[in-house]
């Protein structure tokens, strides 16, 4: 019989009506909705309660969040969405609330959460919060990138876990490792054969099969191994180690002394400045990548070195590449005022990321030519690495040890499409003449 032959008052005809077109909605196929991949599938049919997907960058694990959280709430259920931070959770916002629009009844941008036909529905939470999803229940918890978060496994623990206790509901905890960290016992729990109810998974980049592998190998030539190791490969690199490898392969055995320059090279002054305790060191490195000019002292005057700068730079015809951090501003200016064309560059701890694996990938990969001196092939192969609480890395020389001639070192091989912040860089504007085109 059809609906109009029915004899209806109003109200429950309209009732009816809603009940039909929310059957229709509910089953309507999502045109914006993901396909998974062959390795998304087999996660996806190997799942268990709570999920560790170790993987890759451009692996694909937002894909792969987004069809299991879609899975729950078309079963009518909720789920609780837990990013790093709000800026890596805006990207999987954006992408629900595309896809979820055919069936969406209700979405609160501020609150940002998406009710859908069948009562099923999706609420992100930020873990800048520590005590996210307080008072919630879901039957699925998206921890999207846990392992940029410090104190992770406390969060979990007292903060989402009571959340998944109604609907004895499930978690996925996707990311990219960042060293041994609390996801990374986490991960162990999973290869476990003690807790049934976790799994554990690690896919490398490779493992999409949309990536292309000349780009997978492009990105192993220009990075350094433990950056591709960890941000290709997804393996749990140890919280310390050396940073610079290859060292003595690149040093020329036996030649200490300074070359003279040559008009067929052009060169670039790397120079970092003394402080307290430290030394000012120059260097000098033509473009072939072979160091030419070696010179470190300490306890010379601001004025003695800027002439020393000054003398290097036109011996050499030379850019000059400045840490100009704090007590280097002065120094930026006077050798400015002298006619010499200089970039002064602040170091923070990006930019002094950014040229340290510039270096240690030119090493790597035998792009430097070394001059022998001891204290800078020491001072190289001490250069170590840690993470941070907040699975940062920090690179620096070990307690009671210089920096000096390794930064100094990083300036002058920087590679010209070396990207650097506007705030990073001070360009002082002049040219030499000597080049006739501007740096």
């Known amino acids: 019989m059809a609906l109009s032959e ?14 039909v077109e929310a059957a229709e909605r509910k089953s309507v196929v999502l045109p914006s909705e993901p396909e998974l991949h062959y390795n998304q599938k087999l996660i996806h049919e190997g799942r268990g ?3 560790n997907v170790c993987c890759g960058r451009r692996f694909g694990k937002t894909t792969l969040d987004i069809c299991e959280a879609l899975e729950v709430m078309r079963a009518g259920k909720p789920v609780g969405w837990f990013a790093a931070n709000y800026k890596i959770g805006a990207d999987a916002w954006r992408q629900l609330k595309v896809i979820l629009q055919p069936i969406t009844e209700r979405s609160n941008e501020t609150d940002k959460r998406i009710e859908v036909v069948g009562g099923g529905s999706i609420e992100m939470w930020s873990l800048d919060n520590e005590d996210p999803g307080r008072s919630r229940k879901y039957a699925l918890a998206v ?16 903060a989402i876990r009571p959340t998944l206790m109604d609907y004895r509901g499930s978690a996925w905890f996707s990311y990219t490792p960042k060293g041994r960290n609390d996801v990374w016992q986490l991960y162990q729990m999973g290869l476990d054969p003690n807790e049934p109810e976790w799994t554990s998974w690690r896919m490398p980049t490779t493992s999409n099969p949309y990536i292309n592998a000349d780009e997978v190998e492009a990105a192993r030539r220009s990075m350094p191994d433990r950056a591709f190791r960890q941000e290709i490969l997804a393996e749990f690199i140890e919280e310390t180690g050396g940073v610079f490898r290859n060292v003595l392969a ?8 300074c070359e003279a320059p040559s008009s067929e090279r052009v060169y670039t002054l790397g120079v970092d400045l003394a402080r307290v305790n430290d030394f000012t060191v120059l260097t000098v490195v033509d473009d072939a990548g072979r160091q030419v000019f070696f010179d470190r002292f300490n306890e010379v005057s601001w004025e003695r070195q800027v002439n020393t700068i000054e003398r ?32 002064g560059v602040k ?17 790597e990969n035998n792009e430097v030519s070394l001059m022998d001196i001891p204290e800078q092939t020491a001072e190289l192969e001490a250069y170590e690495y840690d993470m941070t609480q907040f699975g940062n890395v920090r690179m620096s020389a070990p307690s ?26 001070v360009t002082s504007g002049c040219v030499r003449e000597a080049y006739g085109t501007p740096f």
């Open 6 to 19: 029915i004899v209806l008052t109003s109200e429950q005809r309209a009732v009816l009506e809603a009940l």
């Open 49 to 51: 309660r709570f999920n």
């Open 143 to 158: 921890c999207d990138e846990p392992s940029l978060v410090h104190n992770f496994k406390d969060i979990w623990l007292n």
């Open 250 to 257: 690149c040093v020329r055995a036996g030649c200490e002394a």
């Open 312 to 343: 290097v730079a036109k011996q050499y015809n030379a850019k000059v590449m400045l840490d100009s951090t704090g007590l280097g501003d002065p120094i930026f200016e006077a050798i400015s005022r002298k006619g010499i064309f200089v970039e």
């Open 347 to 363: 170091l923070t701890n990006a930019s002094k990321s950014r040229i340290i694996d510039n270096l240690a990938m030119m090493l």
């Open 400 to 425: 009671g040890m210089h920096d000096d001639t390794c930064i100094a070192l990083a300036l002058a091989v920087h590679r010209k499409d070396m990207a650097f912040s506007i705030e990073d860089i």
